[in-house]
């Protein structure tokens, strides 16, 4: 099951407007992203009253959830082991 995070959000320093949210979801697997937001909306929420539910509606206005969650839900990838081996021809 996939499970969001809001793992920072981006500010201007002198009036706390969010300008970019980095956000995660896990699952078996794990995507991250930065998303750039643009002009604070209407109605302006303070920076202090902001809540993650919040914020995360924002990322999922604009990022597909549905395919990141399918993605990180999905079997992890099994991985080959590999070794070097020398080369035939080298003696």
Not at 13 to 27: I, K, L, R
Request: proline share 9%; net charge negative; hydrophobic share 45%.
């Amino acid at each position: 099951m996939a499970n969001w995070k809001v793992e920072g959000l981006y500010v201007t320093p002198d009036n706390d407007v969010v300008t970019a949210v980095a956000w995660a979801c896990y699952g078996n697997n794990t995507m991250r992203g930065k998303l750039t937001l643009g002009p604070p909306g209407v109605p302006f929420v303070q920076y202090a009253d902001l809540t993650e539910d919040k914020v995360l509606g924002w990322v999922w206005a604009q990022v597909d959830k549905g395919f990141v969650e399918k993605d990180v839900d999905g079997v992890a990838p099994d991985v080959p082991v590999v070794a070097a081996k020398p080369l035939p021809w080298v003696e």
